[in-house]
């Protein structure tokens, strides 16, 4: 089983639409999460730490839940630039990528 | 351009040849990474410096595989007899070593290895 779990998509929406990605992590002694943003072709980069309380950053806001071991985004009012593939990440002491997830929105 | 630089950026080679890729990181970190991605997946953790000391290694990183830092500032990457299985985007990142910011890995644009 894969550290950190992710549902690879596709996941196809109009613009506009509010879509959520699900991440689920196995080590319950990760101690940081991250979800970072890949576009095509492109490398990774960092778009938002997660926090128990909650995190929001514009349209974009990330959520971690510690007893069930998961993690969110939910990106609201979707634009075509958010097509990319977003990765959920565990940090204990180094990064642990899940495999990711890629968004696709079509006007 | 002072952000993380990886050469070359597409290296196409044939089985058993050796390869080595560079990373030159941004000046003023102190930790440099080595990732691995295949298609439809994640970055992969291989290894990672502080400074010239290498302080982890992926059970990834077979013997074939061999990283340095030599003077704390560009790393290399070697694979020896590369194998078709070692075709993937090999990804460097550098972050500062203050705790605060560890998470935040600023990666370069990767090097393409296709292995014939």
């Known amino acids: 089983r894969k550290e950190v779990e992710q549902d690879p998509g596709p996941f196809n929406v109009p613009e506009g639409a509010t879509v959520a990605f699900n991440c689920t992590y196995s080590n319950s002694a990760s101690q940081s999460f991250f979800w970072y943003r890949q576009d095509c072709r492109k490398e990774p980069k960092l778009l938002m730490s997660?926090?128990?309380s909650g995190n929001e950053d514009g349209r974009f806001t990330a959520q971690l839940n510690r007893a069930s071991q998961y993690i969110s985004l939910l990106i609201r009012d979707s634009k075509l630039s958010d097509s990319a593939t977003y990765l959920c990440v565990a940090m204990g002491g180094k990064l642990i990528f899940g495999q990711g997830t890629e968004l696709s929105v079509k006007p | 351009d002072t952000g993380v630089s990886q050469d070359p950026r597409h290296k196409i080679t044939k089985r058993g040849q050796n390869v080595t890729f560079r990373c030159d990181p941004i000046?003023?970190?102190?930790?440099l990474y080595w990732y691995r991605q295949t298609l439809g997946q994640g970055p992969e953790f291989l290894t990672y410096?502080?400074?010239?000391?290498?302080?982890?290694k992926s059970r990834l990183l077979s013997d074939r595989f061999s990283a340095e830092r030599p003077k704390g500032s560009f790393s290399t990457l070697e694979i020896q007899r590369t194998e078709q299985g070692d075709s993937a985007m090999y990804l460097c990142?550098?972050?500062?070593?203050?705790?605060?910011?560890?998470?935040?890995?600023?990666f370069g644009p990767g090097t393409r290895l296709t292995v014939t």
């Open positions: 000046s003023e970190h102190n930790r």
């Open positions: 997660v926090y128990s």
């Open positions: 990142a550098s972050s500062s070593d203050d705790p605060v910011y560890t998470y935040e890995q600023y």
């Open positions: 410096f502080q400074n010239e000391a290498q302080l982890e």
